[in-house]
């Protein structure tokens, strides 16, 4: 029978304090965090699916309490607008395992597989270096599976533009690819090797083939920022973000209904308008065939657009129609590219 999450914890925990009470207080937290409404991937489900692997190389564990303890911890924090969400997780560990008692040596261990998560370079530690393939896994999952996986990353980075989000994601899959070898362990890379190739190659396919610069048949240079059409929230920040930046003069702004809006203004003497159109997403777009230093402005203005985030507020109100999304996957617009 498969243990569920609290039986695991208390029997882990339980080695080293007697104190039911003070266990619950910690698991009651640990698995807030890990309920967090904005999170689509690093959430139970993680931890579920981390734990059928650790019962699958169990045998292959030398010290289960320490890999039990990191698949708990390893993400507890995470927060897609910091960079210390590893440290502030070994942080949160090492507090809770202090107070439940737990040696300073096991402490010590487990915080250091948090740590190293973080970049997934090989360790001379077998056990966490086991750990990180568990944690990598997905990306050997079969296509679907792989693709459903990609969609909710993209949705816990909402807050990001697509254009930006994307940039990113493609610098992270170019540097995994770079690898000699994506796995650390023979067991991981026998299994899952070669499939993740596949899939990593696939998506950076994918992405460097979206066309976020383009010249329209009438003449308009085009610029997107979030090619996702059902996610107007962007053209809404967006036009928030030109009210107050400095040297933009509003002509009009008009917004007709959920699908369609229309942003014109000048912007150092040229004339620009942000759209949202609901089959095309947001995008700047410049008059009919731009002068050399009107497309210049624009790049310039929408190095601006890319600062654009959506506030913690709008992110949980997007939760619920995130969530229905996923269960339609794949979308209509899932890719746009240039084909």
């Known amino acids: 029978m498969v243990k569920n999450l609290t039986n695991r ?5 339980g080695k080293f304090c ?64 910091r960079s210390d969400n590893e440290a502030k997780s070994a942080t949160l560990c090492e507090d809770h395992l202090t107070k439940l008692h737990v040696p300073d040596s096991i402490i010590n261990d487990v915080t250091s597989a948090i740590l190293a998560s973080g970049d997934h370079s090989v360790t001379e530690h077998s056990d966490i270096n086991l750990f990180m393939d568990m944690d990598l896994a997905v990306l050997g ?16 980075y909402i807050a990001y533009p697509g254009v930006l989000f994307d940039q990113g ?22 299994r899952f090797e070669e499939q993740a190739r596949e899939n ?22 085009v610029q997107y920022l979030e090619f996702d059409s059902n996610l107007s929230e962007f053209y809404t920040a967006a036009c928030q973000f030109l009210d107050e930046l400095t040297g933009v ?24 308008q942000l759209n949202y159109e609901g089959s095309l997403g947001t995008y700047l777009k410049t008059e009919a065939n731009p002068s050399e230093n009107d497309r210049k402005v ?42």
């Open 9 to 13: 914890y208390d029997e882990c925990m």
């Open 18 to 81: 007697t104190n039911p009470q003070r266990i619950s207080m910690c698991y009651t937290e640990l698995i807030k965090h890990y309920q967090e409404p904005w999170r689509y991937y690093h959430n139970l489900d993680h931890l579920t699916a981390l734990f059928k692997e650790f019962d699958t190389v169990k045998s292959q564990i030398q010290d289960t309490t320490i890999v039990t303890l990191a698949i708990f911890y390893h993400d507890v924090i995470y927060d897609v607008l």
């Open 141 to 156: 999952a079969p296509q679907r599976e792989y693709k459903t996986y990609c969609r909710k990353i993209r949705y816990e």
């Open 169 to 190: 994601r493609a610098l992270v899959l170019a540097e995994l690819s770079s690898k000699n070898s994506i796995f650390k362990t023979d067991h991981y890379t026998n």
């Open 200 to 221: 990593l190659e696939a998506e950076l396919k994918a992405l460097k083939s979206r066309n976020y610069t383009s010249v329209l048949d009438s003449g308009e240079y």
């Open 249 to 272: 003069r509003k002509i009009t702004h008009a917004s007709r209904w959920l699908d369609s809006g229309c942003y014109q203004f000048d912007y150092r003497g040229v004339r620009l």
């Open 298 to 339: 624009a790049d310039e203005l929408f190095e601006h657009l890319t600062q654009v985030r959506l506030t913690s507020a709008v992110v949980l109100g997007m939760s619920g129609f995130l969530n229905r999304a996923l269960n339609q996957f794949p979308s209509p617009n899932d890719l746009r590219s240039s084909s």
